[in-house]
């Protein structure tokens, strides 16, 4: 019977990780229904910062880059909002660089890539409102 056991352990470790990423993947597809449903009534979610300011906040675009990746276009997703391509990068490359460490990274450098991210997101959210940089702003191709 204790031999059993880390193979018990193991499996409960395997069923919970199946259950999360079942878990994660119903949650887009909970999403890629909601937001079809809303295209096709032609609904849109307005950013209250634009409608307040008439600027454009870091997160302008977001809904429609959803849509744009749903429908297969990423080239226009990325004329959408091109932070977010920029936030996958730096995320994935915090969750490979963990893996391979096999354990989390330290807490300093997460609070330093986290501070970086934070001036990051400012400094998009001014420069994607300059005339200079009006190609950061969300455009339809």
């Given at each position: 019977?204790?031999?059993?056991?880390?193979?018990?352990?193991?499996?409960?470790?395997?069923?919970?990780?199946?259950?999360?990423?079942?878990?994660?993947?119903?949650?887009f597809?909970?999403?890629?229904?909601?937001?079809?449903?809303?295209?096709?009534?032609?609904?849109?979610?307005p950013?209250?910062?634009?409608?307040?300011?008439?600027?454009?906040?870091?997160?302008?675009?977001?809904?429609?880059?959803?849509?744009?990746?749903?429908?297969?276009?990423?080239?226009?997703?990325?004329?959408w909002?091109?932070?977010?391509?920029?936030?996958?990068?730096i995320?994935?490359?915090?969750?490979?660089?963990?893996?391979i460490?096999h354990?989390?990274?330290?807490?300093?450098?997460?609070?330093?890539?986290?501070?970086?991210?934070?001036?990051?997101?400012?400094?998009?959210g001014?420069?994607?409102?300059?005339?200079?940089?009006?190609?950061?702003?969300?455009?339809?191709?």
């Open positions: 019977m204790e031999a059993l056991k880390p193979m018990l352990k193991v499996d409960h470790l395997k069923t919970n990780q199946y259950v999360k990423i079942v878990s994660f993947l119903l949650f597809v909970c999403i890629d229904i909601l937001l079809h449903i809303l295209g096709y009534f032609h609904i849109s979610i950013c209250p910062i634009l409608s307040l300011t008439g600027y454009y906040c870091p997160g302008c675009g977001i809904s429609r880059l959803v849509l744009s990746l749903f429908s297969g276009h990423i080239y226009q997703a990325f004329r909002n091109p932070f977010v391509f920029l936030l996958l990068v995320f994935f490359g915090y969750v490979l660089i963990s893996t460490m354990k989390y990274v330290d807490k300093k450098i997460v609070s330093k890539i986290l501070f970086v991210v934070i001036v990051l997101l400012i400094g998009y001014v420069l994607r409102n300059m005339e200079l940089f009006s190609f950061l702003a969300p455009t339809n191709v």
